[in-house]
């Protein structure tokens, strides 16, 4: 009787904990951090106005002047396109979507690297708890795009080992996407390239020519973001090549990587990223421990994915602001770098050679 009291608790919780967890996601989705200047720019898409934008300060080039970034104003336009087809749309279902998609590729993710379910869902059930993952699943903003479109990279990279030009096409679409959300991202998409590029030289042994040909098919999106954000920072700076956030005067300055906030950023009391989030430090020995103690293409993985979270970190950290405000939870950029070493937490803690090293250290 208990045992098969067992099974049937397993097959419910299969069957029935995907689905209760996105309706949970449902019900608690609410506008998150910047909102409502989000839909600004999504009800300037679907008008093709950018005087739609409401404010009462105008920018150099006598623009409306909007800081918030527009690519997630883009992921939200939809929504406003098809209210007066379907007026039940909402644009936190929009964000309730996002949510929902990161976490399919990324529970997919662990439990290949982990080898073993459960051992994913501890994992992913800590990364909902303990980063911002979980919070920015009940709140629409540009946080919850970033994360979906950095879990399907992970995916991407991850699970397809065979890459064609259809994998670099949707690659780029993620990593261009990406871009547009939070164009400081784009290390991500990066990474995943240089990842497609040694699976389509070294394991397909293509030449040249054919990674060229998949590294444009790659590349073209990810231009076409570059310049909408070139477009956008022209319009509120009056440069291409300075963003919004870019501002000072005198010895201030908003962003300045010479002179990051690192101990202020990870140990801080406020928002510190490893009192917040202590499953990040957890994470990056996952990763040192797999880069030191795997070889070949293993610990080349686990040393690039180190490089990308350690720029992440440094420069989150040159932001004068770098808690990202009020109304957070915890270090509210890094979701993106909880991915990563989410996955890494499952290679090491699951079935790899790691597993017995990093416990240790744990």
Known sequence: ?????????????????????????????????????????????????????????????????????????????????????????????????????????????????AGHRRTAVLICSALFIGTPLGFYSFYAASETFAHALVAWLVWWVFMRRDWRLTDWLAAGCLAGLLVAVRPFLGIYGLAAFACGAWRTAVVRRKNRSELGVAAAAALAPV?????????????????????????????????????????????????????????????????????LGSGGTGRAAALLALLVVCVHVWGQASWYCWWMGEGTYGSRAMGPAAIVLGVALGAALGRGTAAPALRRVL
């Open 1 to 113: 009787m208990d045992q098969m009291r067992r099974k049937l608790l397993e097959i419910a919780g299969k069957g029935l904990g995907l689905p209760c967890l996105c309706l949970a996601l449902l019900a608690g989705m609410k506008g998150g951090p910047d909102y409502t200047e989000y839909l600004a720019w999504a009800r300037a898409f679907a008008s093709g106005r950018i005087n739609d934008i409401p404010g009462e300060q105008g920018s150099v080039t006598g623009l409306p002047l909007a800081l918030a970034g527009h690519g997630t104003g883009l992921l939200f336009a939809p929504a406003d396109m098809v209210r007066g087809v379907a007026p039940a749309v909402d644009f936190r279902l929009i964000g309730w979507l996002a949510a929902v998609l990161t976490w399919l590729p990324l529970l997919d993710v662990v439990c290949r690297a």
């Open 223 to 291: 231009a076409i973001a570059v310049i909408q954000v070139m477009l956008v920072n022209g319009w509120m700076t009056g440069s291409p090549w300075r963003s919004p956030y870019d501002f000072g005067k005198g010895e201030f300055a908003s962003l300045d990587i010479r002179h990051p906030e690192l101990r202020a950023f990870l140990f801080h009391p406020w928002h510190g990223l490893f009192v917040y989030h202590p499953i990040f430090a957890a994470g990056l020995a996952a990763l040192a421990v797999i880069g």
